[in-house]
């Protein structure tokens, strides 16, 4: 069963950095377009990042300049590094194999920004 | 940015009713929408893409229709499962974009 698990999130005060990880078992992150997406509590959905199989990226204006997507070969991994966090940030944060649409998710992981 | 609209933002029913959700885009997108469902604390859950498309696994009672600026997600008779939030996307270009959701509650 394909499977992807989000880790890494916590909180972390204001101008702070964090990286998030997704593991996938079951399919290869690198042959896939790959995404990243959040959601601020009680609010909708926001895509944030994409990674194509060539490497090349996307992202959100509002995240653009200051999160990097990647991926690790070796760990079937895909990456999110996220710099200068804002209180706006805080959001479960899901990765997901991207087809346009997307599918299947990860479980999330909450990343919480705040002093 | 494409800007995507659904409606109604709530909806009230009842298990073996029919409902239509509504999602406006704010140009044209040809056929390049997502559904997914989304019940709390859980991740979305891809229901139809390319507007009409049935993701497996997914029962029959769902369909979707539509093409260019508006598209609809039907539940032909509501069961218990299916009260949760609803959310179109669209996937013409980037950065994709969401509607803000359709809550559908008893």
């Known amino acids: 069963e394909v499977q992807l698990v989000e880790s890494g999130g916590g909180l972390i005060p204001p101008g702070g950095s964090l990286r998030l990880s997704c593991a996938a078992s079951?399919?290869?992150?690198?042959?896939?377009?790959m995404s990243w997406v959040r959601q601020a509590p009680g609010k909708g959905l926001e895509w944030v990042s994409v990674?194509?199989?060539?490497?090349?990226?996307y992202y959100a204006d509002s995240v653009k300049g200051r999160f990097t997507i990647s991926r690790d070969f070796s760990k079937n991994t895909l990456y999110l590094e996220m710099n200068s966090l804002r209180v706006e940030d805080t959001a479960v944060y899901y990765c997901?194999?991207?087809?346009?649409?997307?599918?299947?998710w990860g479980q999330g992981t909450l990343v919480t920004v705040s002093s | 940015d494409i800007q995507m609209t659904q409606s109604p933002s709530t909806l009230s029913a009842s298990v073996g009713d029919r409902v239509t959700i509504t999602c406006r885009a704010s140009?044209?997108?040809?056929?390049?929408l997502a559904w997914y469902q989304q019940k709390p604390g859980k991740a979305p859950n891809l229901l139809i893409y390319?507007?009409?498309t049935l993701e497996s696994g997914v029962p029959s009672r769902f369909s979707g229709s539509g093409s260019g600026t508006e598209f609809t997600l039907t539940i032909s008779s509501l069961q218990p499962d299916d009260f949760a939030t609803y959310y179109c996307?669209?996937?013409?270009?980037?950065?994709?974009?969401f509607g803000q959701g359709t809550k559908l509650e008893i």
């Open positions: 997901a194999k991207n087809l346009g649409y997307f599918g299947p």
């Open positions: 990674i194509y199989t060539s490497g090349t990226t």
């Open positions: 079951q399919f290869s992150v690198s042959d896939n377009y």
């Open positions: 140009q044209s997108i040809s056929s390049w």
């Open positions: 390319k507007a009409s």
């Open positions: 996307q669209q996937y013409n270009g980037y950065p994709y974009t």
